[in-house]
Structures are given as structure tokens and as C-alpha cells.
């Protein structure tokens, strides 16, 4: 397994975190299975319209560059006032000391609209850390550690809280009717223990085959490739054997299907690579004279014309 705290895991969870929870439809699904076990954000939602969640375009997003996986959405609040509140979703799988800078930086340059007339450009922006780590580790509790109670909650310049990805029950993520998102969530509570893996998500198996084949062959493919940096092939294995029946049924892409196919495509290339190289070699023997079209048929094995295309 990977290093959690390498560029590379950060990474790795990043991209299957912003496939997944860019939609607004399983954002909003994130967030209100995240509000059964989390009180202030249980709050938020209940003074905000989660039907007018829209979502802020992200070319501002390092994602590429440093892991970071910042998704940033607007809402109206639920008084129907025509007052706008952000929403930035980031996610984290291991410890982070400048998480509260880098969501400080994005809350300044991304919540704000640009109308004339207005008295203060930002507005109030609710910043939720999804965690799936190893370790135990809470960036809002070490914050506030020396600070009276007064101040608790006070102490960021905007509303901030934490998930444990780890605390959303495996029953809500089953029960939830957005199956991409229950799967997704599991997937990445246990990207680290293979056996609650293994237990976990072929109970999804009744679900999937409700889905769309295409969704279903398209989440299976992305959850595959995400686990793929974090569990040995032997996990993969059983996975597959776990979807076989599913595959066989509908037509989806199991895990196993997904690497064995990266295998063939990998090789595929790598010889067709090869192939233009030799051809490439033999051509520039013949034009400096080297060779012979002849002679470079007969060793190289190709055509005369191959060798004589431009």
C-alpha cells in the first residue's frame, strides 16, 4: 500500500473524490448522509434550499498539481431571501497542516459575485473537510486547543467542519437511493482495510443491478481504478468474483475486466511502439545508404512499400 501522506495517495483519492461528489445530485446526498452524524452541518442544511444547489466552476483548483481536491457550490438559503451561501467540499486522506490556509485562500478568490452596488462582495461560505485517513485526526479540535469556549467555532473567518468519512453508518450508505454515492462513500472508508472491503461492498450487488448497465459499468470502472492504489491484486480478485454474476448478467465492466484490459491496451501499445521504431530504423538505413530496399525487406520484414512511405 501507499503512503497516505505522499502527492501520490492525495492524488490518487482526489480524482475519484471530484468525479464523484462534482455532481451536484450526489453532493447533495453526501451532505445529508454527513448531517446524520454531524450536528453542524445537520444545522446548516436546515437554513439552506439544497434544491438550488448549483456548482461553482473550479478552474481555480490545484487538483492537478498538489492533490487538492477543493468542489465549490452555491446556495439559496431555504427563507427564499435572495441571498447567496457557498459550499466548498475537501477532501483529505492524511494529515494536512495547511488545510485551513488553503481553504482560507479559496474561500476569498472563489465565493464572491461580482454586482455593482453591493456592500461586501463575499458571501458566507460553509467549508466541509471529508476525511478518510488511517489515523484519527480532527484539524478543527487542534485549531481551537487554548482557545474559552466563547470562541470555539469563532476562531476560523469562515464556518468550517469535519467528517470522518469513517462515521457515516455502512447501513445509510446502503439504504441511500443514489447508489454511486453509498458505494462511493464505502469504497473510500475502506480503501485502507480490505477485509470490511470485501465485506462491504458486494452487499451493493442487489442495488446495481437496478442501475442503468452504462452507470453501473461506468462506477464500477472508476471504484476499480481508485482501489487499485490501495489494495493488493488478491483483494481485486475476490472483488471481481464478488461482481462476476452482475458482469455476466448485464454486461458490466467487473474489476477484474478493467485491468486485464489496462494490461492488453499497455502491451498493445508498447508493441505497436516497437513496431513503428523498427520500421522507422529500417527506413533510415535505406535512405543513408545502409541497406538495400531489398536487404532491409528481407531483415527488417516489411513491405516495400512500408519502407519507402514517406
Known amino acids: 500500500m501507499m503512503n497516505e501522506n505522499t502527492s501520490a495517495a492525495k492524488r490518487s483519492h482526489a480524482p475519484f473524490f471530484r468525479w464523484l461528489f462534482s455532481n451536484t445530485t450526489h453532493a447533495r446526498n453526501l451532505l445529508e448522509l454527513s448531517a446524520k452524524v454531524n450536528r453542524d452541518l445537520s444545522e446548516f442544511l436546515s437554513v439552506v434550499n439544497l434544491d438550488t444547489l448549483i456548482r461553482i466552476p ?47 485562500r479559496y474561500v476569498h478568490s472563489v465565493m464572491r459575485l461580482h454586482e455593482d452596488n453591493r456592500i461586501f462582495s463575499g458571501f ?47 447501513s445509510d450508505c446502503l439504504a441511500c437511493e443514489d447508489v454511486e454515492t453509498g458505494m462511493g462513500i464505502v469504497a473510500m472508508k475502506y480503501a485502507f482495510d480490505k477485509d470490511k472491503l470485501l465485506t462491504a461492498l458486494p452487499q451493493f450487488k442487489s442495488s446495481l443491478q437496478k442501475m442503468d448497465g452504462n452507470k453501473a459499468s461506468c462506477l464500477l470502472q472508476k471504484i476499480s481504478l481508485y482501489l487499485k492504489e490501495y489494495v493488493d491484486q488478491g483483494v481485486l480478485k475476490e472483488l471481481n468474483m464478488a461482481f462476476k454474476s452482475i458482469g455476466q448478467k448485464y454486461g458490466f465492466v467487473s474489476a477484474g475486466d478493467v485491468f486485464r484490459q489496462q494490461i492488453a491496451d499497455t502491451q498493445q501499445k508498447a508493441e505497436a511502439k516497437a513496431l513503428e521504431d523498427k520500421l522507422n530504423t529500417a527506413k533510415k538505413m535505406v535512405h543513408d545508404g545502409v541497406l538495400s530496399v531489398e536487404n532491409a525487406m528481407s531483415y527488417f520484414g516489411f513491405t516495400r512499400e512500408q519502407i519507402l512511405e514517406n
Open 58 to 104: 473550479d478552474s481555480y483548483s490545484e487538483v492537478d498539481e498538489t492533490g487538492e481536491a477543493d468542489i465549490a457550490f452555491r446556495v439559496n438559503v431555504a427563507t427564499g431571501a435572495p441571498v447567496l451561501v457557498g459550499i466548498l467540499l475537501e477532501h483529505k486522506s492524511g494529515r494536512d497542516v495547511g488545510i485551513l490556509e488553503q481553504i482560507d
Open 124 to 170: 458566507p461560505t460553509m467549508a466541509i473537510i471529508f476525511y478518510n485517513g488511517r489515523e484519527n485526526w480532527d484539524p478543527l479540535k487542534l485549531l481551537e486547543n487554548g482557545y474559552p469556549k466563547y470562541f470555539h467555532g469563532t476562531v476560523l473567518p469562515f464556518k468550517c467542519t469535519f467528517i470522518n468519512m469513517a462515521d457515516i453508518p455502512d
